[in-house]
């Protein structure tokens, strides 16, 4: 899960920041056509000073004041329904740290949206390392918030969703964190009712105990989201399950991020190319033999006190393929 920006203190009755309209340069007194971007990318940011750190290829979203605990959620669903994304052919809205998780400026994004044309949506995983290490998005979770598994357990049975999913082997092309996606409208039309639908459901049928624990802060126990609960964490991580069902005949494709690829070191490497080869040829073995290298590598990595206490939470007995 992506950091974000630290929420403001006081909340802002009715009020829906957005985007100002971009203005047409020329002389004075001379009209020319403004050009027609590919993609209309807004930047979420909170403070002043965060300002200063948007991408140029932007439009700056102003967030100020607003205290949602869908987080980024909230704010595509604001965009969706406001003049701001009218007409436009893709759309997105990512974080003011987007720069810094994905080390791809907003002028390579595009072009690299622009060089792959045809797609209804553009995604990207700031957090590559994890692609080798984890099973899929859920598991990785359970290692950065308390209970998060038994949370997502609980969603999935009350929102009716395939329990399978929280254990299966996703590929590496299939992780998208932090939401960053640029989608067109198509994709919005069923992306966003997808989540809605998953979230209402999830609220009627949980029981009281774990609603609460739901909308519990608890899920930033270190303090690095600004008190988060545990909603925005679930809401980024079904995106790969919507790509498999609501979205099924949707045009997907992941965007590589150079800089965090030359991050890897060649553990990473070979554990990512072993399970995603494990996937491909749905080798129950080669996924074992990934488990037990991965196992002999977190534990080098992070110390035998950590692997008791995550490695076997985060190892399903059963090898499942997504």
């Not at 102003?62 to 052919?89: H, I, K, Y």
């Not at 609220?203 to 624990?213: C, V, W």
């Not at 080669?286 to 206490?309: D, E, F, I, P, S």
Request: hydrophobic share 45%.
């Amino acid at each position: 899960m992506a950091t974000k920006g630290k929420a403001p203190t006081k909340a802002v009755a009715a009020r829906t920041p957005g985007p100002r309209a971009p203005r047409a340069e020329g002389r004075p007194g001379r009209r020319r056509a403004a050009a027609v971007p590919p993609a209309r990318l807004f930047q979420i940011y909170f403070e002043p000073w965060q300002r200063d750190l948007l991408d140029p290829a932007f439009i700056p979203f102003d967030n100020a004041g607003v205290r949602a605990e869908r987080l980024e959620f909230d704010v595509f669903e604001r965009l969706a329904a406001s003049d701001a994304t009218a007409g436009a052919a893709l759309w997105g809205a990512l974080s003011w740290r987007y720069g810094e998780k994905t080390g791809l400026a907003g002028a390579d994004l595009l072009a690299a949206i622009a060089a792959h044309p045809g797609h209804d949506v553009y995604y990207c995983n700031p957090h590559v390392q994890n692609e080798a290490l984890y099973h899929n998005m859920w598991t990785q979770a359970e290692t950065a918030h308390p209970r998060f598994l038994d949370v997502a357990r609980a969603v999935f049975a009350a929102a009716d969703l395939p329990a399978d999913e929280l254990e299966a082997m996703l590929p590496s092309d299939r992780w998208s964190a932090a939401n960053y996606f640029v989608g067109t409208p198509k994709f919005w039309s069923l992306y966003l009712p997808f989540v809605r639908g998953v979230l209402a459901r999830a609220e009627a049928g949980l029981s009281p105990e774990m609603r609460a624990l739901l909308h519990s802060t608890g899920a930033d126990d270190r303090g690095l989201h600004a008190g988060a609960t545990y909603v925005p964490f679930i809401v980024e991580r079904l995106f790969p399950l919507f790509l498999r069902s609501a979205g099924r005949k949707l045009k997907a494709r992941q965007l590589a991020l150079p800089r965090r690829e030359a991050e890897l070191n060649v553990h990473l490497k070979l554990l990512r190319e072993m399970k995603d080869v494990a996937h491909r040829t749905r080798s129950p073995w080669l996924a074992a033999c990934w488990v037990n290298y991965r196992n002999l590598y977190l534990t080098q990595l992070h110390g035998k006190a950590w692997a008791q206490r995550y490695l076997r939470a985060i190892t399903p007995t059963d090898v499942r393929f997504a």
